[in-house]
């Protein structure tokens, strides 16, 4: 693995020195683990002209960090608690022989910022932007197997939950069971907090559960992942509870079926991001519920849940191969409820059979 | 409540003036919580010049979010998702004639500050530092109250886990039984990822639960939390698995429990931050524990789980009355586990019965 990590900081050193920076630092939890396997709490990463070293903010305790730290990387641990490892990383990049710096300036805050600035004056600061991020876009097949593993977890919580008796439970109750399903199935945890929505709350993007219980004749919506290995997956499902669903509940499903379907559809190498979200987002439009619409259709994940890409009707760029991204359209009728189908799906090349979906828990309509 | 809110939002505007900016802009959520009474995602809060305005993302969702907005509030939604509130919110404050902005620069990254800076051009900004949070320190009694039910909560919660069998059982599943009774108890959730270490592990701070299973001799340490209406409190205690702790057991305990009381007994009103944390250290270093303690003794709590005041060698301030703050010494012995004890107090005169215990569950070592 060291040497991924070890080619994932020449790529980014690449990057900075086009820019005409001669180190860069790296300080998104997420961006160091990718870069260094681990992201001790606070560590952040130098990219330092002559070696990289990643930088802690106290002697190194015996508390696991998620991940496995690189072992080629040197660990520099601050002396004494308190110190910003930012400002501390900043000179050594000088000690180094580095006249500049990049930051990455849309995750440092302006304090820390300053006190680099004054603490080593000498140091031209430049902004790293989203180098890393554009990097973690494409995953390789190590990564996506992460992915591929989360996701089988995630489908069986929920396949196991749908076969135990759900009316009078509790949405709250519902995403904490599954939530330990996850971790009895082998996740480091849950991707990001479970959404349960019953009735009225059904279709809800990110809705928290409350304590509403499953009743007949509702909708039930249920968003989750698993987190295995750092990398995160997502599945969303909506069942109906009693044994005849509604017309209304039909007709919408099916549209939000059909919607999700051009979505994942239109998922080539290639594909606009816009118009992966255009896909979707007409066939609710032409029902009728353009408004209210979330903004977004699908996004990227990895070892954040919420990356890039953004399916969404702004969003600039093409789908490479190898990008693993949700699709995830849904309506939700204020008072009444709605429908959410989510799946993860990797882009692969049609030569290669296409997208590869890795949420395979059915989406017919199941009455539960 | 809804004056509440006004008055801590007056007293920031008085110490943003006082500063010489005109208005202030708080991004950092509990802050915004704190000011707003709730914090949707993203949103952020202008103390302008004729008005107060809550600006957010996107159009409002019926997305429930935690706590319940002040009604005096006016909300400025941005008209299409994707804006960032915090520029917006600077122009509002020119549109309402204010010439400069004090921004919270400890939580604004560079790119936001950047973009502001852009957008709004002849808007000064200033920095509002940790005057919001500083406000935060001293608790009013509703939110003491607040504090008090979520440590009975957790108190209850522990309470049924120590009733319950425990050897062969999971660090991770004992996590997961503990936050799903805290959630059964009325807590909004965890406040803090619950820590269970057993054996080697037992007596680390912040131990992420594994797959080892309570053994017969462990130590068993918990620490967890509640969350209620967005107060967090937390809780540790060790226990020993079996019916015959080993001296050294009860040694390690004995020791841990006095630094923890004179932790305790030192809080009152006027004593130094330093000072608690050395009353508690200096039983734990006399007795050669002194190498490798964690780098502060305890923390205020509030709508954070880690606040201001730090309980530390090096912190500056003294405790005021109605400041809750962990008391939570521990010593971790690499390889045979260790010890952590730790509760929430609320300072108070000593004319008042001195410091209030918030968690009460037994500090005896019990057998189990």
């Known amino acids: 693995m060291s040497e991924v990590y070890a080619t994932r900081r020449m790529r ?24 260094a396997g681990a992201a001790p709490h606070g560590a ?3 990219l330092g002209k002559r ?14 960090t998620e991940g496995r730290l690189d072992e080629a990387l040197r660990v520099h641990a601050l002396p004494r608690p308190g110190g910003d490892p930012a400002v501390a990383a900043a000179d050594l990049a000088t000690g180094q022989g580095a006249d500049s710096l990049a930051v ?20 031209r600061l430049a902004d790293l932007g989203g180098a890393v991020e554009q990097l973690r876009v494409v995953k390789d097949e190590e990564e996506i197997s992460c992915l591929r593993i989360g996701a089988e977890i995630a489908d069986q919580a929920l396949g196991e939950l749908l076969e135990s008796i759900l009316v009078g439970r509790t949405e709250r109750h519902l995403a904490l069971e599954l939530e330990r399903r996850l971790v009895d ?27 509403r219980r499953v009743e007949e004749g509702d909708f039930l919506s249920v968003c989750l992942g698993a987190t295995y290995r750092g990398y995160r997956c997502e599945i969303g499902r909506t069942f109906v509870i009693g044994t005849s669903p509604a017309d209304w509940q ?3 499903y099916d549209l939000v079926f059909a919607a999700q379907r051009a979505g994942r559809e239109s998922l080539v190498p290639g594909a606009a991001y816009r118009d992966v979200d255009r896909a979707a987002r007409q066939v609710l439009d032409s029902a009728g519920h353009g ?5 977004l259709t699908g996004h990227g994940v990895g070892l954040e849940i919420d990356e890039d890409p953004q399916l969404a009707p702004a969003a600039m760029g093409k789908l490479d191969a190898c990008v693993p991204v949700t699709v995830e359209p849904g309506v939700h009728l204020p008072g009444r409820g709605g429908v959410r189908i989510d ?10 059979g296409g997208p590869e979906l890795l949420t395979i828990t059915t989406k017919e309509l199941l009455a539960l």
Chains 1, 2 share one sequence.
């Open 44 to 46: 952040v990463l130098l």
């Open 343 to 352: 799946d993860t799906l990797v882009v692969r090349p049609e030569a290669d």
């Open 185 to 211: 199935h082998g996740a480091d945890g849950p991707a990001f907090a479970t959404s349960v929505g019953t009735g009225p709350h059904s279709g809800r993007r990110g809705h928290r559960p409350t304590d």
């Open 291 to 295: 408004e209210g619409l979330p903004p």
């Open 104 to 123: 990455e300036e849309h995750h440092l805050t302006v304090a820390r910022h300053r006190a680099i600035g004054s603490v080593v004056p000498r140091l």
């Open 51 to 64: 070696e990289d070293l990643l930088v802690c903010a106290g002697p190194p305790d015996d508390r696991p």
């Open 250 to 252: 039909i007709e919408l």
């Open 12 to 35: 980014v050193r690449e990057r900075c020195n086009a820019a005409g920076a001669a180190a860069a630092l790296v300080s998104r939890p997420a961006n160091v683990r990718y870069l």
